[in-house]
């Protein structure tokens, strides 16, 4: 469901799809730009955490405060300063879906660590985003609709609607059609998204992939009843 914040063009409430409900968790672009309208439209949705994906050393100042209240909590996703990111930045930024399985296989705990921020957040709506709400914000939101058995085609519309809604923000950085790019990409390897992303939800085993890789039983409880049941009034 698209959320209308003012100031940001990419929230979408994740509910609805597979077993998630509606008002748990929102993904989005980095909250930067939103007004004092938006911010006060993020609140009364009920969200109370905020996740930033990004590395340390990429926030940008918000135009104006955050709501008194609100937590805000950095789990990056990026494995900075490794040969695999120095490969994938060489080879697509970590921009596209190729480096899906690699990250998922050779850095778990850097999914799993977010996972968990998700699980353990105060209650209320827990918002996530890394930069664009694209790639970074697409991983974490495939894993958390994977367990929530979300169909393949939902996650894969989920993912492709990015590149819709950040249009206008990529075209005001002056960089070429993303969605033309990131295809022309796949294409030199011989994939396409829907079957990039296909490939990574179906070697995706739930919860197996969460609880090998360091999630508690105890996590994985609390992570499912935020993520399928209705809040305690």
């Not at 850097?110 to 694209?134: E, M, Q, S, W």
């Not at 890789?213 to 209705?230: E, V």
Request: hydrophobic fraction near 40%.
């Amino acid at each position: 469901m698209e959320l209308s914040w003012d100031g940001c063009v990419n929230a979408r409430d994740l509910g609805g799809m597979g077993r998630l409900r509606p008002g748990a968790v929102v993904r989005m672009e980095a909250p930067t730009r939103l007004s004092e309208a938006g911010w006060s439209a993020v609140w009364d949705y009920g969200v109370r955490t905020v996740i930033d994906l990004r590395n340390p050393d990429e926030p940008e100042p918000d135009h104006v405060p955050r709501p008194a209240g609100l937590t805000t909590l950095n789990t990056p996703l990026d494995p900075v300063g490794t040969p695999f990111y120095e490969h994938w930045c060489k080879t697509d930024y970590l921009s596209s879906p190729l480096h899906y399985p690699g990250l998922l296989a050779e850095f778990p705990e850097l999914v799993v660590g977010a996972v968990r921020a998700i699980a353990n957040a105060a209650p209320g709506c827990v918002v996530f985003h890394c930069a664009t709400g694209k790639d970074r914000t697409g991983l974490l939101s495939l894993v958390l609709l994977t367990l929530a058995e979300a169909t393949p085609d939902e996650i894969i519309a989920d993912y492709l609607l990015t590149y819709e809604r950040m249009k206008p923000r990529f075209e005001e950085m002056g960089v070429r059609d993303q969605l033309g790019a990131v295809t022309e990409l796949l294409t030199a390897h011989g994939t396409t998204f829907e079957e990039s992303l296909t490939s990574t939800i179906a070697t995706l085993r739930m919860p197996d992939f969460l609880l090998d890789n360091g999630l508690s039983d105890t996590d994985l409880t609390a992570l499912r009843t935020r993520l399928t049941q209705p809040p305690v009034k």
